[in-house]
């Protein structure tokens, strides 16, 4: 028997093991979860289809799609924040946009997103498009590409022309082009 703390009651080392064992579990969950590159925490880009349809990680170009962000630190209450779709070759962090020319200048959002005094904030019905898309004025050979075998994700931060400033990505996901 051990003793916990000074205290009479026993514990039993299987119970702790089970402690341990469910921690490192819990922890291995909340990290691959995560999609804050910036290291905040659990911080996440919650994106959901707005009339369901669209796989796991799969849209057709044109659908909408609800972007969200909790309460956080990581974004300046106030200010304004955009989106963007940027590529994402291979669907990795290592391979996350360094730069705004990694995205797609005409995917921004229309109208104006405000940082709640907690950090979190929406932006309802956002279409995400396969890239490059000539609905958006944009020639075959335009970049970033996104489609069934080019992954993107969502830029989301207070300045897309300097990637210093606090931003995060979606999780990656894939567009089916328009037929």
């Known amino acids: 028997m051990t003793l ?36 905040a925490g659990s911080l996440a880009v919650s994106v959901t289809p707005v009339h369901g349809g669209g ?18 630190k990581t974004f300046t209450p106030n200010l304004k924040v955009n989106v963007l779709e940027c590529s994402d070759p291979g669907g990795t ?15 921004i959002q229309g109208g104006t997103i405000l940082i709640n005094s907690n950090g979190s904030f929406s932006k309802n019905d956002y279409p995400v498009f396969a890239l490059p898309n ?24 207070e300045n897309q ?5 606090p931003k995060l990505f979606s999780a990656p996901f894939t567009v089916e082009p328009t037929r």
Do not use: M
């Open 55 to 72: 796989g796991a990680g799969t849209y057709r170009s044109g659908e909408l799609i609800n972007v969200k962000v909790g309460p956080n």
């Open 134 to 157: 000539h609905a958006l004025g944009e020639e075959a050979t335009w970049q970033p590409v996104c489609n069934l075998t080019h992954q993107c994700v969502l830029y989301v931060g």
């Open 4 to 39: 916990l703390h000074g205290r009479s009651r026993p514990v039993r080392r299987r119970n702790l093991a089970w402690v341990a064992t469910l921690l490192v579990l819990l922890g291995i969950v909340g990290a691959s979860c995560s999609s804050d590159p910036n290291g």
């Open 93 to 107: 962090k290592a391979h996350l946009p360094k730069s705004v020319a990694d995205c797609d200048g005409n995917t």
């Open 161 to 165: 022309e300097d990637f210093t400033q």
